[in-house]
């Protein structure tokens, strides 16, 4: 045998070195290992209330401190319009409520009769003006003598004199009373959010104002409704469940201020809002039934959250006779949603013009109870748990407190096994890539996984490319664990873009008064939704190519040494219905690849299929309000398919191959 020198030994160990660096990745999807189930709740919502998600966003009221109750010591987004000569002043008065929910209007003094005198709502962030569209204003006013002035209603340029649209309203009486008008705009106008709501007159006299509303068209027309932008959007993502009233809105700050879904029930009159846990108060117009209504509209099934006595500030309610109320209470809340005409809360759903009863599959009791360091979440889940499988033993109950290494720590299950655990992820792009195979390993003798709340946290106000790379490598490793991580919902769903509108940076969907967009987000979370068969499809990979952490990356990774992970992620799910394969890859890295693609057991495959890609140039590119569309996803027809092919997946790219196999 011929000795070898050490440079010889390192030339080899080179060459050979050279040899398995260029081999090129391969992928291989095993068809005949498609046995499990693809959760058919895999994508969903989640939503509450912050950066005016609701109020100033998808709820489409349009006047904001409508019941006046934003500020006690004075009409916050509320002015007095004095013109040609009108001179007048309001302020607060609690000595003439409209009812005992609406104790404080707004006072109006007109001082004389020249010109016109009244008062003028800014909105949330200004009054959308859209050409050829019909607003629904209303209120409930009162006049000290009863031969008042007729009042004029008005949308109105804030930067110049144009009205846009008006009508006239006579009062009757001085008692309190409600007006409703219709303002109709023309064609040809430019759309702007430079405008403001005008309600005056010329008369010299008191005035009284509450419940002063706006709408624009709404949803499916609803009454009460929301926008129909993004209702859009959120429909292009097929979500299979909405989990709602939210996180910390469930709990507010104080027992006080927790989600008083009672208090959210029929007429906007009976509503008189509350303080939200996000600096604002909310006005509750997206209510209990509303939140169903969202569900129905887009055909979704609601998942709902029951206050379970923690709150935010830490305080909370020991097990016992001190919880019951709250129990009891979540008792009612099903009834509300679930029973027929004949049960008392069945019928209070009835008679607020919903006689039918939504379907309800799943409770979750609380909202990230980990965070609850008196160790009273156990002892609270199993009174709730015990009292909602008495009276309903078909519902699914889900624990806030659960994960390996989420959110908190699984409680010890010793008394009530919940039926899901609800897990939460925040973290940075990196993060999410390194752990993209978290679930593979979960044991499936445990509860199922809810991940209730979970993004990758770059960009502002939207996220960026970047983090849509981290979503779409994470969403990867839940699709391929599907049977076990059954639901899923990125958080927050919106922010309004507006100065001062975010209090969370990297959220899902973006908007102003006039318009909304997605994130590359978005258009990952939609692709994964909309992409997606009933059957896990194995899929094994060889050559995967690795990628290093910058040394200045700042994350929770930070201080440890970097270590390789994979810039290819990659899952497959098949419709059994209509054959149709759907592989999932991701290329996180700046570099393109060519991935070897073997489709082992395949019968027949057609030569034909369709790429959708959604990349950008850099991975710090995003969407904004001005560009709404710089990344989007883009679908092509591909040819030359077989059962062994081979594809370029570009750098920074999130693709879905879609092949028809037999």
Same mark, same amino acid.
């Given at each position: 045998?011929?000795?070898?020198?050490?440079?010889?030994?390192?030339?080899?160990?080179?060459?050979?070195?050279?040899?398995?660096?260029?081999?090129?990745?391969?992928?291989?999807?095993?068809?005949? #290992?498609?046995?499990? %189930?693809?959760?058919?709740?895999?994508?969903?919502?989640?939503?509450? &209330?912050?950066?005016?998600?609701?109020?100033?966003?998808?709820?489409? &009221?349009?006047?904001?401190?409508?019941?006046?109750?934003?500020?006690?010591?004075?009409?916050?987004?509320?002015?007095?319009?004095?013109?040609?000569?009108?001179?007048?002043?309001?302020?607060?008065?609690?000595?003439?409520? =409209?009812?005992?929910?609406?104790?404080?209007?707004?006072?109006?003094?007109?001082?004389?009769?020249?010109?016109?005198?009244?008062?003028?709502?800014?909105?949330?962030?200004?009054?959308?003006?859209?050409?050829?569209?019909?607003?629904?204003?209303?209120?409930?006013?009162?006049?000290?003598?009863?031969?008042?002035?007729?009042?004029?209603?008005?949308?109105?340029?804030?930067?110049?004199?144009?009205?846009?649209?008006?009508?006239? /309203?006579?009062?009757?009486?001085?008692?309190?009373?409600?007006?409703? /008008?219709? =303002?109709?705009?023309?064609?040809?106008?430019?759309?702007?959010?430079?405008?403001?709501?005008?309600?005056?007159?010329? #008369?010299?006299?008191?005035?009284?104002?509450?419940?002063?509303?706006?709408?624009?068209?709404?949803?499916?027309?609803?009454?009460?409704?929301?926008?129909?932008?993004?209702?859009?959007?959120?429909?292009?993502?097929?979500?299979?469940?909405?989990?709602?009233?939210?996180?910390?809105?469930?709990?507010?700050?104080?027992?006080?201020?927790?989600?008083?879904?009672?208090?959210?029930?029929?007429?906007?009159?009976?509503?008189?809002?509350?303080?939200?846990?996000?600096?604002?108060?909310?006005?509750?117009?997206?209510?209990?039934?509303?939140?169903?209504?969202?569900?129905?509209?887009?055909?979704?099934?609601?998942?709902?959250?029951?206050?379970?006595?923690?709150?935010? #500030?830490?305080?909370?309610?020991?097990?016992?006779?001190?919880?019951?109320?709250?129990?009891?209470?979540?008792?009612?809340?099903?009834?509300?949603?679930?029973?027929?005409?004949?049960?008392?809360?069945?019928?209070?759903?009835?008679?607020?013009?919903?006689?039918?009863?939504?379907?309800?599959?799943?409770?979750?009791?609380?909202?990230?109870?980990?965070?609850?360091?008196?160790?009273?979440?156990?002892?609270?889940?199993?009174?709730?748990?015990?009292?909602?499988?008495?009276?309903?033993?078909?519902?699914?109950?889900?624990?806030?407190?659960?994960?390996?290494?989420?959110?908190?720590?699984?409680?010890?299950?010793?008394?009530?096994?919940?039926?899901?655990?609800?897990?939460?992820?925040?973290?940075?792009?990196?993060?999410?890539?390194?752990?993209?195979?978290?679930?593979?390993?979960?044991?499936?003798?445990?509860?199922?996984?809810?991940?209730? &709340?979970?993004?990758?946290?770059?960009?502002?106000?939207?996220?960026?490319? %970047?983090?849509?790379?981290?979503?779409?490598?994470?969403?990867?490793?839940?699709?391929?664990?599907?049977?076990?991580?059954?639901?899923?919902?990125?958080?927050?769903?919106?922010?309004?873009?507006?100065?001062?509108?975010?209090?969370?940076?990297?959220?899902?969907?973006?908007?102003?008064?006039?318009?909304?967009?997605?994130?590359?987000?978005?258009?990952?979370?939609?692709?994964?939704?909309?992409?997606?068969?009933?059957?896990?499809?194995?899929?094994?990979?060889?050559?995967?190519?690795?990628?290093?952490?910058?040394?200045?990356?700042?994350?929770?990774?930070?201080?440890?040494?970097?270590?390789?992970?994979?810039?290819?992620?990659?899952?497959?799910?098949?419709?059994?219905?209509?054959?149709?394969?759907?592989?999932? /890859?991701?290329?996180?890295?700046?570099?393109?690849?060519?991935?070897?693609?073997?489709?082992?057991?395949?019968?027949?495959?057609?030569?034909?299929?369709?790429?959708?890609?959604?990349?950008?140039?850099?991975?710090?590119?995003?969407?904004?309000?001005?560009?709404?569309?710089?990344?989007?996803?883009?679908?092509?027809?591909?040819?030359?398919?077989?059962?062994?092919?081979?594809?370029?997946?570009?750098?920074?790219?999130?693709? /879905?191959?879609?092949?028809?196999?037999?």
């Amino acid at each position: 045998m011929k000795k070898l020198t050490l440079p010889s030994l390192v030339f080899g160990c080179l060459f050979m070195f050279k040899g398995l660096e260029a081999q090129n990745p391969k992928l291989t999807v095993n068809l005949n #290992k498609a046995t499990a %189930n693809v959760s058919p709740k895999l994508y969903g919502l989640m939503t509450e &209330e912050i950066n005016y998600s609701y109020d100033g966003g998808l709820y489409a &009221e349009l006047v904001r401190n409508r019941v006046f109750k934003d500020n006690p010591r004075e009409p916050e987004h509320w002015t007095v319009v004095e013109k040609t000569g009108g001179k007048g002043s309001i302020k607060l008065d609690n000595s003439t409520p =409209l009812n005992p929910a609406l104790t404080t209007s707004l006072r109006l003094e007109v001082e004389n009769d020249s010109g016109s005198t009244g008062i003028a709502n800014e909105g949330y962030w200004g009054i959308p003006v859209k050409p050829q569209t019909t607003y629904k204003a209303s209120f409930y006013a009162r006049a000290a003598t009863e031969n008042a002035a007729p009042l004029t209603v008005s949308i109105e340029s804030t930067t110049g004199p144009a009205t846009y649209a008006a009508a006239p /309203v006579t009062l009757s009486g001085h008692g309190w009373k409600k007006y409703e /008008v219709t =303002l109709q705009t023309k064609a040809g106008i430019q759309p702007t959010a430079a405008a403001r709501l005008v309600i005056s007159t010329s #008369k010299k006299g008191t005035y009284w104002f509450n419940l002063v509303s706006l709408f624009p068209p709404t949803y499916h027309n609803r009454a009460n409704g929301n926008r129909t932008d993004i209702m859009d959007l959120l429909a292009g993502m097929k979500p299979a469940f909405l989990r709602f009233p939210g996180g910390n809105y469930l709990e507010g700050d104080l027992f006080a201020t927790r989600f008083p879904w009672k208090n959210t029930l029929g007429g906007l009159e009976n509503r008189p809002g509350h303080q939200g846990p996000w600096g604002y108060r909310s006005s509750d117009g997206l209510g209990l039934l509303e939140f169903l209504e969202w569900c129905e509209d887009l055909k979704m099934e609601p998942l709902l959250a029951v206050y379970a006595g923690y709150t935010l #500030k830490g305080d909370h309610m020991e097990a016992g006779p001190f919880l019951k109320p709250f129990v009891d209470e979540a008792l009612e809340e099903i009834e509300y949603v679930t029973g027929d005409v004949n049960t008392k809360w069945g019928a209070e759903r009835a008679k607020d013009g919903h006689p039918a009863p939504f379907k309800l599959t799943y409770i979750e009791i609380g909202n990230e109870d980990g965070f609850d360091r008196s160790g009273s979440y156990e002892a609270r889940y199993t009174q709730f748990c015990d009292a909602i499988r008495a009276k309903y033993p078909q519902l699914q109950l889900i624990s806030t407190v659960g994960g390996k290494d989420g959110l908190g720590s699984r409680f010890k299950v010793t008394t009530r096994r919940p039926d899901v655990f609800d897990e939460h992820y925040y973290r940075t792009a990196w993060e999410m890539e390194e752990d993209a195979s978290h679930y593979d390993n979960y044991d499936r003798k445990d509860p199922k996984i809810f991940v209730g &709340e979970w993004a990758t946290r770059e960009g502002f106000p939207t996220t960026n490319m %970047n983090a849509a790379l981290g979503d779409a490598a994470w969403m990867t490793g839940m699709e391929r664990n599907s049977d076990h991580v059954i639901m899923s919902c990125y958080a927050p769903l919106f922010v309004n873009v507006n100065p001062g509108g975010m209090q969370w940076k990297s959220d899902l969907i973006g908007y102003n008064a006039l318009n909304s967009y997605g994130s590359p987000s978005y258009y990952a979370q939609k692709m994964f939704s909309t992409y997606l068969g009933d059957k896990i499809v194995t899929v094994t990979g060889e050559n995967i190519p690795t990628q290093t952490r910058s040394p200045n990356k700042k994350d929770s990774t930070a201080g440890r040494m970097p270590k390789p992970i994979p810039s290819l992620f990659y899952v497959a799910t098949r419709n059994t219905q209509t054959g149709v394969l759907y592989l999932k /890859v991701v290329n996180a890295s700046d570099k393109a690849q060519t991935v070897a693609i073997d489709l082992a057991g395949a019968g027949k495959v057609a030569g034909e299929g369709t790429l959708t890609v959604l990349k950008s140039s850099k991975p710090e590119d995003t969407n904004t309000i001005e560009e709404p569309k710089k990344i989007i996803p883009v679908n092509r027809k591909i040819k030359g398919l077989s059962k062994m092919f081979s594809r370029v997946f570009e750098p920074y790219s999130i693709s /879905v191959l879609q092949l028809q196999i037999k």
